[in-house]
């Protein structure tokens, strides 16, 4: 039987798709909305000690991606202690306080909302820099001041995330998040020459799918430098998003992009489409799979001569994507069948990843 449940740091998870800290969780009604959309476990928005003046328009859909101004919340920390956790802890999932940013801020916040009973405390760090070194007092006042599983949330730049992780472990982590969004960037309206953004000099963060082959890539090199859990975020829109994290040794996923895209509903969506993969490969449960790719990520090429794709021509739908898409020429749809000129391929493997029958592979 399929069982999506995970422990993480003693957390029970009913499944491993939580929402990322962000606009779609601000308050604790929103919270109480991602739990009944799904979500195995919930991440309230970060707080701070004093509450965000968010600059406005602060969000814009860049293609299929997100750019956003959004800050930590701008509501007060007390109201955030007295209601809004109180109103995610009804819903019985377990809890994680995301908060920020600087060492001494986080040692005064910390012990306060732990006592106002969250379960984990999410470390949200992206205005301190690339060194590591503000990171890990950070790290090391949360691990003082709460007794409850700290997780640390590391961005993409920095100049290497795996150094990042093995100092946030060293420091007492509990576990690691990746990514955060990418940034700063920019987005203008051509038709008025305006940023898109209200922010300074119009900069916002990028989210969503156009970063995650990135937030992958730093997963699955953080997973083989610690030991301990990691929590994978950046551009998961679906199932087979949230399988490839898991794959590349994530334990859980968050989602921030798709659910404002999509709704709350987006969490429950993901688990079922997670469920009926694991059906049909025999997965019982998420450690059947986790990690499973990392040992097909070689520290060399796996070969630098062209080998031209097998088609299964019995798969094969004449869609006609492989010939549109090979630059080469290599790819041609003969009585409505693809067909590969060996002396033409390039072996550059586009075609492989475009066709949505899955009639060609290596």
């Known amino acids: 039987m399929v069982s999506l449940a995970v422990e993480i740091c003693g957390l029970k998870l009913r499944n491993p798709i939580m929402p990322a800290a962000g606009p779609t969780v601000r308050d604790g009604d929103a919270l109480v909305a991602a739990a009944k959309g799904g979500a195995g476990a919930l991440v309230a928005k970060t707080v701070s000690i004093s509450p965000a003046e968010v600059p406005r328009p602060c969000m814009a859909k860049v293609k299929d991606s997100l750019l956003s101004a959004e800050l930590w919340s701008d509501l007060p920390l007390e109201r955030w202690l007295k ?70 949330k590391l961005g993409p730049n920095v100049l290497n995330i795996s150094d990042s992780a093995k100092a946030a472990e060293g420091a007492g982590a509990d576990g690691i998040v990746a990514i955060n969004a990418l940034g700063a960037c920019l987005s203008i309206d051509i038709e008025n020459t305006l940023p898109m953004l209200g922010s300074a000099s119009g900069y916002g963060w990028l989210s969503g799918p156009a970063i995650k082959p990135l937030a992958l890539r730093c997963v699955a090199d953080i997973c083989r430098a610690v030991k301990i859990p990691v929590i994978g975020v950046g551009g998961i829109t679906d199932g087979r998003d949230a399988i490839e994290f898991i794959m590349a040794g ?60 097998e088609v299964l021509i019995s798969k094969c739908t004449g869609c006609g994507l492989c010939e549109k898409y090979c630059v080469y020429g290599a790819a041609r749809m003969i009585a409505k069948k693809a067909r590969i000129d060996p002396s033409k391929c390039y072996g550059c493997g586009l075609c492989v990843s475009v066709c949505p029958a899955r009639a060609l592979r290596f």
């Open 250 to 309: 994530a334990s859980a996923v968050q989602v921030c992009t798709a659910a404002i895209t999509r709704g709350p509903k987006v969490y429950g969506l993901i688990a079922d489409e997670m469920t009926r993969f694991m059906r049909v490969k025999n997965y019982n449960s998420i450690e059947d799979f986790r990690g499973v790719a990392l040992r097909h990520l070689p520290e060399q090429p796996l070969r630098t001569r062209a080998k031209p794709p």
């Open 83 to 152: 209601s809004e956790y109180a109103k995610a802890k009804k819903t019985g999932l377990p809890l994680i306080a995301s908060i920020g940013y600087k060492p001494e801020e986080i040692r005064e916040l910390a012990p306060k909302v732990v006592k106002a009973g969250v379960d984990a405390l999410e470390l949200s760090i992206q205005y301190l820099g690339p060194d590591p070194t503000q990171m890990v007092e950070a790290t090391k006042a949360a691990k003082e001041t709460a007794s409850v599983p700290v997780f640390v």
